[in-house]
Every structure is written in C-alpha cells, then in structure tokens.
C-alpha cells in the first residue's frame, strides 16, 4: 500500500499559487527524490506532508493527502510530526547539548526514564552515523560540531522520535562533498526501515540516491518515474531541458 | 573631481567632530550631576557615620539633634518594590507570551495598544487615580484604619512596570530564531510545549532584562508612590501598613530644609544611595541583555 497518496493538491500563499493540481503517491521504503528549479514549489511539498505550511498565516488548500488511507487533516497534529519527521537545508541544532537535541523529541512525548533516554539517543545518533564522532561529548553545546556533523545530529534527532517518513530539504546545500557522501549513505541506510522524499537542488545527488524522481516546474509536477527512466529518457522535454543543463 | 573629494571629506570631519562634541558634553553634564551630587551627600559623613546613616533606625530630620537613619526608607522603597515585581512580573511575562505567541492579528494590536496607553500615563495621574480608587478598596477589603499602604503602592507600581516588561520580554520573545520553534514543531512539540521548553529559555535573557529594567523603574519612581503609600518613616513590618521611600522622602522634604543643614546634605546622600542601587540594577539588565549564548 502507499505511505502517501496526494489527490488534486492545490496550495496558495496569498496570492502565490504555489502548488497545482498535484497527483501522486509515495510508496513504503522508497526514496522519492524531487527535483526542480528555485521556486517550483518543491519545500511547499513537503512542508504539505507534515502540515508545517500552516504555520504560514495566508496558507490555504485544496485536495486531499492520505498518510496509510487516512487523510493527514484527521490525524493529531502532534502524531503526524511525530510520524513525519523533517531535515531542514540549513542544520538547525536547538540551542542545547548534543544529548539534550536528541533527547528533545522523547522528553516531549513524555518519556522520562533516564536509561530509556539513554538508549534512545545512543541507537539515534549510531542509525545517524554520528555515534563515534560525538560519544565522548554528549554534553557539549551542539553548535560545537562541524555543518555537517550537525546536520546529521538533526537527523538523529529526527531518528529519536521514531517516524514512518522522514523529509529531506535539501539536507546538502551547506555541505562539503565528504559530508554530503556521508548523509547520502545514512539516507541509503535508512531506506530499509523508513520512506524517504528528498528535495535536493543537486541533480546528481537525485541520480545518485533516488528510486524514483519527481520533476517539479512552477508549482506543477511534470514527470515522475524511477530515477533511471527520468535521467535516461525523461518524457517531457522541460525534464529534459532541465536535467542536461544541470549537468552542463 | 579631487577637489569634489576633498570637499566631501571635509564636511564628513566636521560632521563626525560635532556629533562627538555633542556625545562629550552629554557626558561631561552627567558627569557633573555626579560630582555635585557625590560633593553634597559624602559631606554628610564628616559629622555622622555611614553606618549610622545606612542602618540607623529612626528618621527624624528635624527634630534636636537630628536623627537621620535611613534603614526605615530603604526598606520600605525595597518591600513596595518587591511587592511590584511580584505582580507585575507574572502578569507582564504571561502578557508578553501572550502578545507574542497566541493572540490573534486584532487582539495583539488592540493589546500592543493599550499597553502603550499605560506606557504613556504620567505617574501623577496613575498616583491620583490610586489614591481615588485603590487606597479605598484596600482599606476597605483589608479593614485596615487607613487604605495607605505599601499594598497599595506595590500594585500601582506594578502597573507602572507593566509596560517595560511587557514590551521588552515581547522583542526577547520575537528576537528568538524562527527555526527554533519550526523544528520544535516538527519534532511533534505542541504550542504550549514549544512555548515553555523552547521559547522561554531561549529568551530569557532578554526576559530577565526586561524584568530588571521593570524593577528600576519601580525603585526610581516618586510621584505615585509618595501619594499612596502614607509616608510613615517606621520600619514596616507588613504589607497593610503604611511606608515611607527613599524617592518620597527627597521629594517631601528637600522643599522645606535649609540649605547646608545636615538634613540637607543627608537628603543628597539618599540621593546617592538609590544612585546606586538604580545603577546596580541597570548594569545587571545590561548584562542579560547582551549576554552572548554558549
Ligand atoms: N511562506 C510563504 N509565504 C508566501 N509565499 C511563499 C511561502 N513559501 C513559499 N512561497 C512561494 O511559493 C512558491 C514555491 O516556493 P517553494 O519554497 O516551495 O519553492 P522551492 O521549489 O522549494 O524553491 P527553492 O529551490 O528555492 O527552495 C514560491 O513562489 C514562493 O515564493
Ligand atoms: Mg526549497
């Protein structure tokens, strides 16, 4: 069954038609890539998929999203984040201690035990592959870490709360080359037991990690299908457009 | 075109030294004030001693010799302004997460108004309007001979520091960084959570100015104070009973003593007293204010 299914998605921001008439689905253990230039709507995505555009105060839309069947807008709002869990393009520590990142998400669900807590962000931050460079600092600021060390605290801190989903905004844009080969494999890892939609502004970074790939054009969704079709015979010539420019 | 330059660069010097001048002599007027007021309060301590003066019981300026003891007024400046930061300091911190998190559009600039309102009331007429309304219903509720009180004193000031509080420990709140609360969220934080793990601690700093800044206001002020509180000069013993402070007392009677007398010079040397204590207090604001985060 599908983890996601997106029926006639129309989004507005004021007067900014951000999102048209989207359709589509997102399967179980997949890595859904989506690609598109600046302003195609792509964050409004995915920020659809957790209900985080509603913090915006001219947010309105239409259609219908079903997380397993069930329509997201009937799900407690703290459930769905929990369930659907989000890395943001630039890494956003809380401004507390390693530990106390990852351990955020738990306290707050209520989980108070220390050896429960213990355990929790230990299998977090090993699923992140960050274990090793932080064990011996649990208590140390989490601004003290690399950009990309942190932006895999996030994602440990995301592990933490035990979600089906996990959205990624283009979780490479501030990072090097060697921390970028490190959240794609963590991203890979993770495909076995979580579904995964990536935004990424980096072309090859879809190719590289995508089983099926989204093309997206001011608010529209103009291709979708798996990775190998999209980069090796897109139907759509503004997919194609798109794609050979980007690899110049 | 050098000349153009040239021209520039001399009227951007002659700009630059006036607005120095203007900053030196703000400087050199405070700076005056200081010296005045340290010349005419330290004479005090040629004829009493400052243990005496700080920690003396009794405050009678004119009676023969003169007993000038000032504990009295400081401790009934420090209980009405503790009874003023118990009231407001809540009520100004919820408001301000109020302002700043909940209320609606409307709601926020109806409120954001009517705090400035109070903002802009003179302490005389906030005093006038207390002494009409307030002082009655104290001493009525609390069956006391007389509704002058530092009850009466604390609550009214506590609306003077309302303001202050509530505006500053708004901007600390504002000041927070968008994503701190927008990863809460998608962590599956609820508002309230958000609010009170996350925002709060994240702006306390600022909140912790905004409360010192409310309390120096409170320490500093006269007016209101002087015509609700009774202006007895005993040691108070509880909220309900009539006090004296330091601010009331220079106001009272720096009118009616003789210059060089050592009433005189006793009044300057309180002045110096709450000098102090209001620098203490703006120094620490400061501190929070631009404390760097860890
Ligand atoms: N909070 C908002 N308020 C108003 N307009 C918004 C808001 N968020 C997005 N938009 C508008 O919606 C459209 C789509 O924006 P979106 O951020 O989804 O694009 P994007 O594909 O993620 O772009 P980028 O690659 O630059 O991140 C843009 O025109 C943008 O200006
Ligand atoms: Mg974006």
Known sequence: MDKFKIEQLNIWFGKIHALRDINLSIYNNEILSIIGPANSGKTTFLRMLNRLNELEPYFRMSGRVLIDGREIQTIDLEVLRRKVGIIFALPLPLPLSIYDNVAYGPRMHGIRQKSRLDEIVERSLKQAYIWEEVKDRLFSSAFKLSGGQQQRLCIARTLATDPEVILFDEPCSGLDPISTAKVEETMLNLKKNYTIVLVTNNVKQAARVGDRTAFFLSGELIELDTTDKIFTAPKDKRTDGYIRGKFG | ?294
């Open chain 2, 1 to 294: 075109m050098t000349k153009k330059i040239t021209l520039r660069k001399l009227k951007e010097f002659i700009i630059e030294k006036l607005i120095l001048l203007c900053g030196l002599a703000s400087i050199f007027f405070v700076m005056l004030i200081f010296i005045f007021l340290l010349k005419e309060g330290l004479a005090l301590f040629k004829t009493v001693k400052v243990s005496n003066f700080l920690l003396g019981k009794s405050w009678y300026p004119i009676s023969e010799p003169p007993e000038l003891g000032i504990l009295p007024l400081i401790l009934g400046s420090l209980l009405v302004t503790f009874g003023a930061a118990i009231i407001s300091v809540p009520i100004g911190v919820a408001c301000a997460v109020y302002i700043a998190e909940i209320a609606p559009g409307k709601v926020k600039e109806v409120l954001k108004a009517g705090i400035e309102l109070l903002a802009a009331i003179p302490s005389v007429v906030l005093g006038f309007i207390g002494m009409v309304t307030l002082v009655p219903w104290v001493k009525k509720v609390f069956n006391l001979p007389t509704g002058l009180t530092a009850l009466s004193g604390s609550i009214m000031l506590a609306f003077m520091a309302m303001p202050t509080i509530v505006s500053i420990a708004e901007d600390a709140l504002y000041s927070v960084p968008r994503s701190y609360k927008e990863g809460a969220f998608a962590l599956g934080a609820t508002h309230w959570q958000t609010i009170w793990r996350l925002l709060l601690p994240a702006a306390s700093s600022g909140i912790l100015a905004a409360v010192m800044l409310g309390i120096g206001r409170v320490i500093g002020e006269t007016m209101a104070v002087m015509m609700i509180t009774g202006n007895s000069a005993v040691i108070p013993q509880t909220f309900l009973a009539p006090v004296r402070t330091l601010t009331a007392t220079i106001a009272a009677e720096m009118g009616e003593t003789v210059v060089g007398s050592e009433h005189y010079f006793a009044l300057f040397a309180i002045g110096i007293v709450l000098f102090i204590i209001s620098f203490v207090i703006n120094v620490t604001a400061d501190l929070f204010l631009h404390r760097k985060p860890k």
